[in-house]
């Protein structure tokens, strides 16, 4: 069964950080490059972070790039998103996907609020 599940969200202050985490089938997770996106509000949903199958690559959008983390654990099919530095614009609800995406693996994903 293919599965996509978020988690670590959560109200934040800015300045703080946050990590979040992506428990995938493995039978995606193997084979494929990974991303985390993010739907701010009344706003698409963008690529944030993205990372190659091994890991050795890593490619982040400016408006994250020197603050967010990707990391993936091959061995346990996770993905995670080091947050650092947060800023009220990193409000979003963040998914996992492959890169190219797949609209069936669309998960629920997970809601960032960062707010004083």
């Known amino acids: 069964q293919v599965q996509l599940v978020e988690s670590g969200g959560g109200l934040v202050q800015p300045g703080r950080s946050l990590r979040l985490s992506c428990a995938v089938s493995?039978?995606?997770?193997?084979?494929?490059?990974m991303a985390w996106y993010r739907r701010a509000p009344g706003k698409q949903r963008i690529l944030i972070a993205m990372?190659?199958?091994?890991?050795?690559?890593?490619n982040y959008a400016d408006s994250v790039k020197g603050r967010f983390t990707i990391s993936r654990d091959n061995a346990n099919n996770m993905l995670y998103l080091q947050m650092n530095s947060l800023k009220a614009e990193d409000t979003a609800v963040y998914y996992c996907n492959t890169t190219p995406f797949r609209d069936d693996y669309w998960g629920q994903g997970t809601q960032v609020i960062v707010s004083s």
């Open positions: 990372i190659t199958i091994g890991g050795g690559t890593t």
């Open positions: 493995e039978s995606i997770f193997s084979r494929n490059a």
